[in-house]
């Protein structure tokens, strides 16, 4: 597709290069800022003036927090939550969704208000826990992966999605005599890349991320993830000042915020690695090949 | 079509992983069971020659989520296995939503230590009474009469023994078991260099800091930790309890409607206005911000505790500084008081869902003990630590340190159901500022225990009051601070105190005195 | 959104004038669909909905979960002391002001900024700058508000200094004590944080659109500004309706307007507690923090009715102004 650079390309091309710069300087910045302090002594990052780069250096805090054991099945088990949790809820939902984008579908209305209540209307987590007993669900790994196979706010965004794809995509399958679930495996979810590299992506940093459910629902120490270990550390790191011990303890080189910042860059750290691979998914044009071809 | 091929095979790729983790996890997972409660309880036949009973393995949540310790690991631990036979398999709160949750579903572990639930926990609903339990099990542990007292629940039973309390019976005999107060340090290198002024009352102490903000322009003359330790230190100064109830001339007060109150108020606005505080102190969210100042010299003076001055000088030696504070170890009020009526902080409730009651009741018969409260805190004697004749425990190891305490598995477990004195002679170290400043402080100690049993149901209305005039407060006090003239701050105070009244204080207040005449003893 | 234009061919199978059985039977595919999200709602989020009871009874947790049946009808007295309590009103200013800041200064930013991305010549570029952009909303707000400080503080903070030291102004800003500053400090930090995370929604929609518009446009002349406004924005208005009705639902907290919670409890102090203390930390504070279930359920109650009314108007509105909505 070529096209010749008019004036006012080259205009808005430079204003668009000058924003997005300052933009991305703005936002990798403070990011960059918990990732020097990560390196940094904890004691001296509350002296304050780090800005470029550790004054401090050590690794003090990463080995405070892999010092404890059970890392290994946490990171396991957490990784297992993030693809299977992902997968089953992008193809769940995707499939409720598409199912509820069909023009002409009966009921419609009754099931969107179905759908917005129950995304509105929550009876708490007591209840929510004596519903996770009574399935069997406590202190298993399906806890992690299936309440939350549905995602009400995604549904809501792929059924604008789907929406937006022609209706004849199928046809030709249909009049071969193909199923509609297996058309919608077929044709339409490769056709939805973009949307389920999206969801993909949300869904998995939201399972990376999740300690509640780690926390509140789950016994057994194998079965913890990765994030709950971090909260661990960090409120053990949170002894109150108001016993000795806790006095000598923040003494240590390393203070609850530098846990904290390195948690955090723990934690992002495999998003940014990921997130590469599904880009090429963003780009314009993905509808291109399937409807002329 | 080789798109549609990649889209399939990743597809078929995660269907496999979902059947493959799934299956494999609920294969591995211990205890998933249908029932899937959290209270795992094993007992194995002792494996132990040494023991010739049974090992009971009970589960134990702790409701602090800041725990140090949090297994039943290393030396300490395992003497108390052998001689209880109980192995303890522990749970921290992740946070205080936790228990509670626990507790409206149903599922609590065998035993539940917590501090902020004490009065829901003291429920026949979900614990099992002390007293019966002692009746069939363990006749001969025998709890003083003030503690019966002052554990007594509303149903006349006892569910708990408060732990970190002692009896003045308990305290007249080690004179040297002092605990952490407020204090407040100044930098010993700016005194000296101002020819040591006197700092003998809080007229002084003004004066100082205002000659330090004339002479020193780049110090701040006054940083007070804000975690808890702003006004703490300066109401003791005025005689004013800081918390809670008081008892004047026999009726109970709530603290705010002390004249003493007003006064501390006063004097730190008054210290505000002079610029000797900043607003921004009253801001902070946490205590390192403060401390920032402090380490990086930029303090004069820190309102903290005492053994503040103590902790500081270890790192600011740490990081090569050449400064270094003092701890105030006098008392700069003739009318200084601190109020403790605390009948102790944490608790351990022997849950309904028990599975070895007798074994629970006898584990903290044990541990209240002198033997197993002093093993658990301190360690085995002649091997971690040697009675000094002066009247305290020399420990072998590195006492404060918690990385040791966690190896050694040493002291946090003895919160269960310990001693505060034994606490007390854990810290105490001869020759420190700390020891001078609280062994000074120990004189000026009201006690009134009873008061704390004064506390309101957790769903009650006097609650609801309690709770909403101590937000206001923490909302509202600032204003009172950081007022422009002194006329201001009284009426910034006025205006709180209204405000409480609105909130239903005197209706607090009748409520507290009626409960008071009940539960003091006569 | 609902298509505006009908596409050329009917499906010949939603014929109209047969009978709703027919329908239903032809469409059975997609109803199975619809109806397995159903029951997937009904286990996971209409059963344990009974807990909403307990906002009208005088429940205790020592009773358990069978005191949400059992405890003493009270009806509206937990609403009534929410309405009733002293700072009822500066909460619920504070909470509504803030979110709607936020959303009128922070929607349109995500998409300026997706269309921005777009518009990129340079992949390489492109796609440093947009994973740069989402960093942030994987830093916990703890963490940010420890940045905020030592950016903005008076006592340490380096923009208070630089803008001393450049004689811009000259008594440092408080910029985290005073209430003047803390909606503002909460809109610009909210932008910042999770501005670069919703982009991606509306890069993934722009992703979606048929290039043939685009040149079809450029042959009739458009230029690129031109091509924008009228190919790009349109085309994903679905999505942009989509959020900003979900947004509208959710204003009273999270979603694109995001994070009040964590922001009022973090940055929210005694000095700036007129502008800073909205509804939900009030609720943590003497809901959550003292296990009064009941009352926090009840307050949460008031909230979803709330949103659940925004969102059925905000609907209708929009299907009423721009043809399209979300159903």
């Not at chain 2, 039943?72 to 631990?77: A, E, N, Q, T």
């Not at chain 3, 300026?112 to 994987?138: C, D, G, W």
Request: net charge negative.
């Amino acid at each position: 597709m070529r096209r010749k650079r008019t004036t006012e390309d080259r205009v808005l091309d430079s204003l668009n290069y000058v924003a997005l710069a300052l933009i991305g300087l703005c936002t990798f910045y403070p990011f960059y800022y918990i990732l020097i302090l990560s390196f940094n002594q904890g004691t001296d990052t509350a002296f304050g003036g780090i800005y470029l780069w550790p004054r401090a250096f050590t690794l003090d805090n990463y080995t405070y927090i892999f010092n404890d054991g059970k890392w290994s099945s946490a990171f396991v088990v957490t990784l297992a939550r993030t693809v299977v949790g992902a997968g089953l809820t992008v193809l769940f939902t995707c499939l409720v969704a598409y199912g509820l984008s069909q023009k002409g579908l009966l009921f419609s209305r009754f099931y969107f208000i179905f759908f917005i209540v129950a995304m509105n209307f929550s009876g708490g987590l007591i209840t929510y826990y004596v519903l996770l007993k009574g399935l069997g669900l406590l202190n298993t790994f399906g806890v992690y992966v299936i309440p939350s196979m549905l995602n009400l706010f995604f549904l809501m965004v792929a059924i604008s999605f789907f929406r937006e794809i022609p209706a004849e995509i199928g046809e030709s399958a249909r009049i071969d005599g193909a199923k509609e679930l297996q058309i919608f495996f077929t044709i339409i979810l490769p056709v939805s890349l973009p949307l389920i590299a999206t969801m993909a992506l949300f869904m998995g940093a939201g399972q990376w991320n999740s300690w509640l459910d780690s926390a509140y629902f789950v016994q057994n120490d194998d079965l913890r993830t990765m994030s709950y270990r971090m909260i661990q550390i960090i409120n053990q790191s949170m002894i109150p000042t108001d016993n000795a011990s806790g006095q000598y303890a923040a003494m240590r080189q390393v203070t609850g915020f530098s846990v904290q910042v390195t948690a955090m860059v723990i934690s992002v750290a495999p998003i940014v690695c990921v997130y590469p691979f599904l880009q090429k998914y963003f780009v314009k044009g993905i509808m291109l090949g399937s409807v002329k071809g | 079509m080789r798109r549609n091929k990649s889209v399939k095979g990743m597809l078929l790729l995660l269907a496999a992983l979902t059947v493959g983790v799934v299956g494999c996890s609920s294969g591995n997972t211990k205890g998933n069971e249908p029932a899937a409660s959290p209270s795992a309880t094993s007992t194995e036949s002792a494996a132990n020659p040494s023991s010739n009973e049974e090992l009971v393995e009970l589960s134990l949540f702790v409701d602090h989520s800041w725990y140090p310790t949090k297994d039943w690991s290393g030396p300490i631990p395992e003497e108390i296995t052998k001689r209880t036979g109980v192995k303890l398999n522990i749970t921290v709160a992740t946070d205080e939503k936790q228990l509670p949750l626990m507790i409206a579903s149903g599922d609590l572990p065998d035993l539940v230590f917590t501090s902020n639930q004490i009065v829901r926990m003291s429920d026949p609903k979900l614990s099992l009474p002390w007293d019966d339990l002692i009746a069939q099990y363990a006749p001969d542990f025998v709890v003083d009469e003030e503690r019966i007292k002052l554990n007594t629940a509303n149903d006349g039973k006892i569910y708990t023994v408060l732990g970190a309390y002692s009896t003045p019976e308990e305290w007249a005999q080690y004179p040297l078991a002092t605990d952490m107060g407020p204090g407040v340090m100044v930098r010993q290198d700016i005194m000296d260099k101002m020819g040591n002024p006197p700092l003998n009352t809080l007229e002084d102490f003004k004066n100082v800091l205002i000659r330090v903000k004339n002479e020193y322009k780049d110090q701040i003359p006054l940083v007070m930790n804000p975690a808890g330790w702003i006004r703490t230190y300066f109401s003791s100064q005025f005689g004013a309890a800081n918390d809670g109830l008081v008892e004047k001339d026999g009726q109970l007060i709530h603290f705010l409607r002390q004249a003493e109150l007003l006064e501390t108020y006063k004097y730190m606005n008054s210290l505000y206005r002079e610029g000797l505080i900043t607003a921004e102190n009253f801001a902070y969210k946490n205590e390192d911000q403060a401390k920032q100042l402090a380490l990086s010299g930029k303090a004069f003076a820190y309102e903290w505790t005492t053994n503040g001055a103590e902790t500081f000088n270890a790192q600011i030696k740490a990081n090569g500084g050449d400064y270094s504070y003092t701890q105030i170890v006098n008392q700069l009020n003739d009318q200084a008081a601190i109020y403790k009526n605390s009948a102790g902080w944490s608790g351990t409730f022997i849950t309904k869902n028990n599975k070895n009651p007798e074994k629970s009741i006898k584990l903290m018969q044990f541990l209240f003990s002198e033997e197993g409260d002093r093993l658990a805190k301190w360690g085995i004697e002649g091997e971690h630590w040697n009675w000094n004749e002066q009247g305290f425990p020399e420990m072998t190891y590195d006492k404060l340190n918690p990385e040791v305490q966690n190896k050694l598995g040493i002291y946090w477990w003895a919160n269960l159901v310990g001693k505060a004195v034994n606490e007390g002679l854990f810290y105490y170290t001869p020759g420190t500022q700390t020891a001078a400043a609280e062994v000074d402080q120990a004189k000026i100690k009201v006690y009134n225990p009873y008061i704390s049993k004064v506390k309101p149901d957790p769903d009650s209305r006097e609650q609801v009051i309690l709770t909403n005039i101590g937000d206001m407060l923490e909302n509202q006090e600032a204003k009172v601070y950081l007022a422009k003239t002194e006329e201001e701050a009284v009426q910034a105070y006025n205006e709180m105190l209204k405000k409480a009244e609105d909130m239903g204080l005197a209706d607090y207040e009748k409520w507290a005195n009626e409960k008071y005449n009940e539960v003091k003893p006569n | 959104m609902k298509p505006e234009a009908q596409p050329a061919s009917e499906r010949p199978r939603l014929s109209h004038g047969s009978s709703v059985w027919t329908t239903f039977k032809k469409q059975k595919a997609f109803q199975f669909f619809v109806l397995a999200g159903m029951l997937f709602l009904l286990v996971f989020s209409y059963g344990p909905m009974v807990g909403i009871l307990m906002a009208f009874k005088d429940y205790r947790i020592v009773d358990g979960v069978g005191g949400i049946f059992t405890s003493e009808w009270i009806g509206m007295r937990h609403f009534k002391d929410f309405v009733t309590d002293y700072n009822f009103e500066t909460l619920v200013k504070n909470t509504l002001i803030l979110s709607f800041l936020k959303l009128f200064f922070s929607f349109p930013v995500p998409i300026l900024f997706a269309i921005m991305l777009n518009e990129m010549r340079s992949q390489v570029f492109k796609r440093i700058v947009q994973t740069v952009s989402y960093l942030p909303h994987f830093i916990s707000w703890v963490v940010v508000t420890g940045i905020l400080y030592a950016f903005f503080s008076t006592d340490v903070g380096i923009i208070n200094d630089m803008l001393m030291q450049l004689g811009i102004i000259d008594k440092p800003l408080d910029l985290l004590t005073d209430p003047n500053y803390f909606w503002g400090l909460a809109v610009a930090s909210s932008i910042w944080k999770e501005a670069g995370w919703w982009t991606i929604i509306f890069l993934a929609s722009i992703a979606g659109l048929d290039p043939s518009l685009y040149e079809a446009a450029e042959i009739d002349g458009a230029t690129r500004l031109q091509r924008i406004r009228h190919v790009t924005v349109p085309g994903i208005k679905g999505s942009i309706i989509v959020v900003l009705i979900l947004s509208l639902g959710n204003i009273l907290g999270g979603g694109l307007v995001g994070s009040n919670f964590e922001q009022s409890f973090l940055l929210g102090n005694p000095l700036n507690s007129d502008t800073s203390q909205i509804v939900q930390t009030y609720a943590f504070n003497v809901g959550l923090a003292q296990g009064r279930f009941a009352f926090a359920t009840a307050i949460d109650f008031i909230q979803s009715v709330i949103a659940l009314t925004l969102i059925l108007s905000s609907n209708y509105i929009a299907k009423k102004v721009s043809g399209s909505s979300l159903f």
